[in-house]
């Protein structure tokens, strides 16, 4: 990003909060702030003038608002701003001050072309002026580099904090992947075999049951309706709706995860429901054995 009229107005925008947080446009923005130098100074020229026209009176009002809402909640720009004002007290305008200095200025000119000794009064001002002056460029320089450093250090607690949130997020995932499971297949020919229903075996370190159901390819539905309800009741233990996997060759197959934990050793009952009214259920039964 270059101190160009497009970037100062998109650093505009996004000092008067109007760049959506978390959005990779605001976190760009932020990294490039905190990482370049000469971005961040951009930064406070454009924070200064937002300041300055807020204080004119020639901000727009829909900038206004956005000054006032967002950008002046700041503890450092309210500080600025006060500030700014209390130069505007003492100098009068921006327009009054500019006049002061270059009529002050002119008097000891005028007096050296005429021979004349600059009057005490008029020194006095001017060494007033310079005084002021210094200190006011002195404050503000000094205001600045705290502004900028305050800025990057929140940037950079941002920045920490969502790599905090991904890492936990990754560690929570790489966990349940490595949880012990175990794995349940079920397809109508494999319903029963030689009398013996499919079965899954575990033991209290297993958490979850990886089942994998084979389906007809005809009729094909968008989704389905997953129960699993225990052969001596009429109630789920489980349920859910599953979106087909369909292969190239055009089989369908359904991939789901049970709780093992939720589940005690017995005869199931899984019904697979097309959501289509003009479909049938598909029912299986499998086991649930312990393991000692």
């Given at each position: 990003m270059k101190d160009s009229t497009a970037d100062r107005e998109l650093l505009r925008q996004y000092?008067?909060?109007?760049?959506?947080d978390g959005t990779e446009t605001e976190l760009r923005i932020s990294q490039e702030i905190l990482l370049d130098e000469d971005l961040a100074e951009v930064a406070d020229s454009v924070e200064?003038?937002?300041?300055?026209?807020?204080l004119s009176g020639t901000l727009p009002a829909t900038d206004r608002k956005a000054a006032e809402e967002h950008f002046l909640q700041a503890p450092e720009r309210q500080?600025?701003?006060?500030?700014?004002?209390?130069?505007?007290s003492y100098f009068g305008t921006p327009q009054a001050v500019a006049g002061e200095r270059v009529r002050t200025s002119a008097e000891p000119r005028k007096a050296f072309r005429g021979r004349e000794k600059p009057s005490a009064f008029a020194w006095n001002r001017i060494l007033i002026f310079g005084q002021a002056a210094a200190l006011a460029i002195l404050f503000i320089a000094g205001t600045r580099y705290v502004s900028s450093l305050r800025t990057r250090q929140t940037v950079l607690e941002g920045a920490l904090i969502s790599e905090r949130t991904r890492s936990e997020r990754l560690s929570k995932e790489v966990s349940e992947l490595q949880a012990p499971s175990?794995?349940?297949v079920l397809a109508e020919g494999l319903v029963r075999s030689e009398g013996v229903i499919r079965h899954v075996d575990i033991n209290s370190t297993i958490q979850?049951?990886?089942?994998?159901?084979?389906l007809p390819d005809r009729p094909r539905a968008s989704s389905y309706n997953v129960q699993?309800?225990?052969a001596?009741?009429?109630?789920?233990?489980?349920?859910a709706r599953v979106l087909p996997l369909v292969s190239a060759e055009g089989y369908v197959q359904l991939k789901l995860e049970l709780p093992a934990q939720g589940l005690q050793p017995g005869i199931y009952t899984l019904v697979v429901s097309p959501r289509s009214s003009n479909s049938r259920p598909i029912r299986?039964?499998?086991?649930?054995?312990?393991?000692?």
């Open positions: 000092l008067l909060g109007r760049i959506e200064e003038q937002l300041i300055e026209d807020y500080q600025k701003l006060r500030f700014m004002r209390l130069l505007e175990a794995r349940l979850r049951i990886n089942v994998e159901i084979a699993v309800t225990p001596d009741s009429k109630q789920p233990v489980w349920s299986f039964a499998f086991e649930i054995r312990s393991e000692k």
